[in-house]
T-cell receptor
Framework: GAVVSQHPSWVICKSGTSVKIECRSLDFQATTMFWYRQFPKQSLMLMATSNEGSKATYEQGVEKDKFLINHASLTLSTLTVTSAHPEDSSFYIC??????????FGPGTRLTVT | ELKVEQNPLFLSMQEGKNYTIYCNYSTTSDRLYWYRQDPGKSLESLFVLLSNGAVKQEGRLMASLDTKARLSTLHITAAVHDLSATYFCAVVSGGSNYKLTFGKGTLLTVNP
């Protein structure tokens, strides 16, 4: 089946620094990828839709200047959390749209901001 | 705005028993997904239901979709401990082919 990878799987950073998370579709091309955030014991919240070759579409309430998304190729989307603060600590999950309407989820990146 | 409601949110059941998780959604959609999430892990795709009346089965899990009632069910047959996990349904949002709105999830615990 289709595989989506994320890197890093976990990261600890200091408040005020920036962190980049990569999402790759390993064996298929994805023109559309999604970025989600999940807080403990909660559901997934869609942050933005990442479209290859165009600007990302952000959900209401998500700061586009804080969460920078770049979909530079058909297999790679990146999410950069700028000037991270402890409240940005969360589990970030990407998904990529494959064939037959399937969405394949990456393994997630656990971000801890100290 | 599309709303997706799952119930129950918490389910504790004994091995060998049957139970159903319900997923209701508020606006028209013809595509619904079920996912499983283990603690600390990402989502594992279980089913994609694409049309009214769709029924899919995998092992002890069976999912169905009634688009007219805006209802999907995930039925668990003869539960085993390995099925303990959080189950999410997700519905494609109107006006988008792929944007998903998730339910809150059902935390299933299967006790020996």
């Amino acid at each position: 089946g289709a595989v989506v990878s994320q890197h890093p799987s976990w990261v600890i950073c200091k408040s005020g620094t920036s962190v980049k998370i990569e999402c790759r579709s390993l064996d298929f091309q994805a023109t559309t990828m999604f970025w989600y955030r999940q807080f403990p014991k909660q559901s997934l919240m869609l942050m933005a839709t990442s479209n290859e070759g165009s600007k990302a579409t952000y959900e209401q309430g998500v700061e586009k200047d804080k969460f920078l998304i770049n979909h530079a190729s058909l297999t790679l989307s990146t999410l950069t959390v700028t000037s991270a603060h402890p409240e940005d600590s969360s589990f970030y999950i990407c998904s990529a749209v494959g064939q037959n309407y399937e969405q394949y989820f990456g393994p997630g990146t656990r971000l801890t901001v100290t | 705005e599309l709303k997706v409601e799952q119930n129950p949110l918490f389910l504790s059941m004994q091995e060998g028993k049957n139970y159903t998780i319900y997923c209701n959604y508020s606006t028209t959609s013809d595509r619904l997904y079920w996912y499983r999430q283990d603690p600390g892990k990402s989502l594992e795709s279980l089913f994609v239901l694409l049309s009214n009346g769709a029924v899919k089965q995998e092992g002890r899990l069976m999912a169905s979709l009634d688009t007219k009632a805006r209802l999907s069910t995930l039925h668990i047959t003869a539960a085993v401990h390995d099925l303990s996990a959080t189950y999410f349904c997700a519905v494609v949002s109107g006006g988008s082919n792929y944007k998903l709105t998730f339910g809150k999830g059902t935390l299933l615990t299967v006790n020996p």
